[in-house]
């Protein structure tokens, strides 16, 4: 079965710093989607962002952008100008046919 | 568009009692799951439906949960009789279709807490 790896359970970040989130995954598979998630307090998971494995080019939502290393399976993503809102779990997570989820990273956001 | 309903938001039972969840997913979404999530864990996906045939229910401890999704539309799980370590989250998602390829759209989830 798939493994989604998330080795940092905690990271902290200043606002409007930036923050770098790390994920890993393992599959045998060539063609999957690669997704992050941010789940706050509320329980809402919220789709931040997505990669098609076919694709080389990173994926970008505004101040979020991803960093896809498809040989090394390393999946991260960095959040730029931090913003006290982006205080959540986020959650990597590799889908192929279902989804696998990471056991998520909890990111503070300092004033 | 409307999100994906959940309820009861929270719920407490004993163990040994029995306690049903309730989702109505994103309309016209044909791809229906529940997933259970642990506290400091990611969501385990429990069992999933394409319209309201069953997809995959193989992490679906089946001697104490079931589930159902009746018409395509809504659906129940069902714990009977609960333990302990089914205190979790429970979240239900919806997609258009049935792969991978987009993102699932949430709900907020039901919190249980078994005592």
């Known amino acids: 079965a798939q493994t989604v790896t998330q080795s940092q359970p905690e990271m902290s970040v200043q606002e409007a710093e930036t923050v770098t989130l790390s994920c890993t995954y393992d599959?045998?598979?060539?063609?999957?989607?690669l997704f992050w998630y941010k789940q706050p307090p509320s329980r809402q998971m919220i789709l931040v962002i997505r990669?098609?494995?076919?694709?080389?080019q990173n994926a970008t939502e505004n101040r979020f952008s991803v960093n896809f290393q498809k040989a090394a399976k390393s999946f991260s993503l960095k959040i730029s100008d931090s913003q006290l809102g982006d205080a959540a779990m986020y959650f990597c997570?590799?889908?192929?046919?279902?989804?696998?989820f990471g056991t998520g990273t909890s990111l503070t956001v300092i004033p | 568009e409307a999100g994906v309903a959940q309820s009861p938001r929270y719920k407490i039972i004993e163990k040994r009692q029995s306690v049903a969840f309730w989702c109505n997913p994103i309309?016209?979404?044909?791809?229906l799951y529940w997933y259970q999530q642990i506290l400091g864990q990611g969501p385990k996906l429990l069992i999933q439906?394409?319209?309201?045939?069953?997809?995959?229910d193989s992490q679906l401890p089946k001697d104490r949960f079931s589930a159902e999704r009746l018409k395509g539309v809504d659906s129940t799980l069902k714990i009977q009789p609960a333990k302990l370590e089914d205190s979790a989250v429970y979240l239900c998602?919806?997609?258009?279709?049935?792969?991978?390829?987009?993102?699932?759209?949430f709900g907020s989830g039901t919190r249980l807490t078994v005592v």
């Open positions: 998602a919806s997609s258009p279709r049935g792969r991978g390829d987009y993102g699932y759209t």
């Open positions: 599959t045998s598979e060539s063609d999957y989607y």
């Open positions: 990669q098609e494995a076919y694709k080389q």
């Open positions: 997570a590799y889908s192929r046919n279902q989804f696998y």
């Open positions: 309309s016209g979404h044909a791809t």
């Open positions: 439906f394409q319209n309201n045939g069953v997809v995959d």
